[in-house]
């Protein structure tokens, strides 16, 4: 299965939401959804998702904050684990457990802290804070093939400027969706998203 590197952050979902939104965005090009666990039964929205997409889409968490909460993910059936920090504890237990891990990283330290523990990519965050610069300065000294997820502030109309210092995608959050918004809403924004991404990842 492959993806456009666009992360969905459903931070609010329902369970009874989760199913009709992640669709929803599946059908607009977006198949890698997040569940933030600060979000209602948090657990219970990624199993109903990762059962009825488990073809078409990979569902994972984020805000994670245990090791405890890796497990509670990976029995629902979640492939991937976002975390707003770098934890070594969290990022290890997502390494065992064969998940993917996007730990949250600020700065050199953070990111070859990650790197070091087996981080399957970085998550710049705040992205807003950094700036392209900021990014862009810490990419010089970074592995060159791992990638690298603009989070927080990241929206299609400045995409360009993230991808011009070398990330790979981005993480998009109340952009898509906030808590009761229309399912036709989001698929329109995902849709917009996921042009935006395209026409910065063919330049």
Do not use: W
Not at 28 to 40: C, D, F, K, Q
Not at 86 to 103: D, F, G, H, Q
Not at 132 to 149: D, F, N, S, T
């Amino acid at each position: 299965m492959t993806h456009r590197h666009i992360i969905a952050i459903l931070r609010g979902v329902t369970p009874d939401e989760a199913v009709p939104v992640c669709t929803a965005l599946v059908e607009a090009g977006i198949t890698l959804i997040e569940v933030p666990l600060n979000s209602p039964n948090a657990v219970d929205s990624i199993g109903r998702a990762a059962k009825a997409l488990s073809n078409r889409a990979e569902i994972g968490a984020g805000t994670v904050l245990t090791p405890e909460d890796v497990r509670a993910v990976a029995g629902a059936g979640g492939t991937f684990i976002v975390s707003p920090d770098t934890n070594v504890e969290v990022i290890s237990e997502t390494v065992r457990l064969e998940l993917k891990s996007y730990p949250g990283v600020f700065s050199p330290t953070d990111a070859f802290a990650a790197i070091r523990a087996g981080a399957t990519g970085l998550k710049f965050f705040p992205a807003e804070v950094l700036g392209a610069r900021g990014i862009k300065a810490m990419k010089a000294v970074l592995p060159p093939a791992l990638p690298l997820y603009a989070v927080g502030g990241a929206n299609p109309d400045n995409f360009h400027e993230y991808f011009a210092v070398g990330c790979t995608g981005f993480g998009l959050g109340t952009y898509l969706f906030k808590p009761g918004m229309d399912v036709a809403d989001v698929s329109e924004r995902a849709k917009l998203a996921v042009a935006a991404y395209d026409q910065g990842a063919a330049k």
